[in-house]
C-alpha cells in the first residue's frame, strides 16, 4: 500500500513538470508542432514505464 501512495506522488510531480514544461514553452513563442514534439522527445513516460508497477 504504501508502495502505490510512492507511486502515485512520483506520478503527480512528473505531470505538474510536463505541464510547466510546456506552459514555459508556449510562453516562449514556440508554435504548437514544435511543443508537441520537444514533449514526445523529453517526455519521461518513454524513460519510466509506470504501467509495469500498475500490474
Given at each position: 500500500?504504501?508502495?502505490?501512495?510512492?507511486?502515485?506522488?512520483?506520478?503527480?510531480?512528473?505531470?505538474?513538470g510536463e505541464r510547466a514544461?510546456?506552459?514555459?514553452?508556449?510562453?516562449?513563442?514556440?508554435?504548437?508542432?514544435?511543443?508537441?514534439?520537444?514533449?514526445?522527445?523529453?517526455?519521461?513516460?518513454?524513460?519510466?514505464?509506470?504501467?509495469?508497477?500498475?500490474?
Open positions: 500500500m504504501r508502495i502505490s501512495f510512492g507511486m502515485a506522488g512520483i506520478v503527480r510531480v512528473i505531470n505538474r514544461f510546456k506552459r514555459a514553452l508556449i510562453r516562449e513563442g514556440l508554435s504548437q508542432e514544435v511543443v508537441e514534439r520537444l514533449m514526445e522527445e523529453f517526455s519521461l513516460r518513454k524513460i519510466f514505464n509506470f504501467q509495469r508497477f500498475l500490474r
